[in-house]
């Protein structure tokens, strides 16, 4: 059950760090909006893609194998 609960406590912080860096890349992004769409939204892709994406699946991921977990060990 404890296992179940740190898979879902860490995907929940991968999660939540790849939303926070959304959100400040959004903020970040914001000019560029305005003017370019198609530049807004490759910039976007290009500073979410590398690490803060794959953190952010990894995290759904953990969130779903910890809730299995958990409900399996109930």
């Known amino acids: 059950m404890t296992a179940g609960l740190?898979?879902?406590s860490l995907g929940l912080f991968l999660f939540?760090?790849?939303y926070l860096n959304y959100k400040k890349?959004?903020?970040?992004?914001?000019e560029i909006k305005k003017?370019?769409?198609?530049s807004y939204y490759l910039?976007?892709?290009?500073e979410?893609?590398?690490?803060?994406?794959?953190?952010a699946i990894a995290g759904i991921i953990l969130v779903l194998t910890?809730?299995?977990v958990?409900?399996?060990n109930i």
């Open 16 to 18: 939540g760090y790849a």
């Open 48 to 55: 979410m893609l590398p690490y803060k994406l794959w953190s």
């Open 6 to 8: 740190v898979l879902i």
């Open 25 to 30: 890349q959004i903020n970040n992004l914001a």
């Open 43 to 46: 910039d976007l892709a290009y």
């Open 70 to 72: 958990l409900i399996v």
């Open 35 to 38: 003017q370019d769409l198609v």
């Open 66 to 68: 910890g809730t299995i």
